[in-house]
T-cell receptor, first 115, second 116 residues
Framework: AQTVTQSQPEMSVQEAETVTLSCTYD???????LFWYKQPPSRQMILVIRQEAYKQQNATENRFSVNFQKAAKSFSLKISDSQLGDTAMYFCAFMKRNSGYALNFGKGTSLLVTP | EPEVTQTPSHQVTQMGQEVILRCVPI?????FYWYRQILGQKVEFLVSFYNNEISEKSEIFDDQFSVERPDGSNFTLKIRSTKLEDSAMYFC??????????????FGDGTRLSIL
């Protein structure tokens, strides 16, 4: 079974600053995908960024980027130029390839962006 | 942008009663999922569904739970005899494909189920 660990229950960052959210996972699989989802107070979970395990290059989406360290089983999310709208719960998730496609989530990190 | 829609947003039910949670996935999506999130805990996978059958289910998804796609648009989760511990936020998700990060799962707003 896969486990996803987010060791930071809460974090705070000032507007325009950079923040990094950590995620580690445990798996014996070699083919898998990793995701970061964002859940604002409005509740709907939104995909932020995704990474294929077979790709060495770190994914980036505008102000969001990841640091994927496959050997260390680490998948951190960096948010640059933080905005007030980034305030949300952030979930790291793991998905095996060629499976029933279940997302396995971490417990989440609550990020507060302050003015 | 197309969305996954869930109804109702909040359901209050007496323990022992049956409850049906409804979801309308994105129209061209073929894979459907249910997750739940007990207050203060992580989001947990319940079941995935494709081609009118269950693809995978978790240990949580016992005989009290069932899923159905009764018509071309709705995807439902039924809890036959609700227990207090079924109180949670239930999320529906859908994806165009599966096992592929280019076809990620899109989530609805969730239904908050409260069992009294």
């Amino acid at each position: 079974a896969q486990t996803v660990t987010q060791s930071q229950p809460e974090m705070s960052v000032q507007e325009a600053e950079t923040v990094t959210l950590s995620c580690t996972y445990d798996t014996s699989e070699s083919n898998y995908y990793l995701f970061w989802y964002k859940q604002p107070p409005s509740r709907q979970m939104i995909l932020v960024i995704r990474q294929e395990a077979y790709k060495q290059q770190n994914a980036t989406e505008n102000r969001f980027s990841v640091n994927f360290q496959k050997a260390a089983k680490s998948f951190s999310l960096k948010i640059s130029d933080s905005q007030l709208g980034d305030t949300a719960m952030y979930f790291c998730a793991f998905m095996k390839r060629n499976s029933g496609y279940a997302l396995n989530f971490g417990k989440g990190t609550s990020l507060l962006v302050t003015p | 942008e197309p969305e996954v829609t869930q109804t109702p947003s909040h359901q209050v039910t007496q323990m022992g009663q049956e409850v049906i949670l409804r979801c309308v996935p994105i129209s061209n999506h073929l894979y459907f999922y249910w997750y739940r999130q007990i207050l203060g805990q992580k989001v947990e996978f319940l079941v995935s569904f494709y081609n009118n059958e269950i693809s995978e289910k978790s240990e949580i998804f016992d005989d009290q739970f069932s899923v159905e796609r009764p018509d071309g648009s709705n995807f439902t989760l039924k809890i036959r005899s609700t227990k207090l511990e079924d109180s949670a936020m239930y999320f529906c998700a859908s994806s165009e494909g599966a096992g592929n990060s280019n076809q990620p799962q899109h989530f609805g707003d969730g239904t908050r189920l409260s069992i009294l």
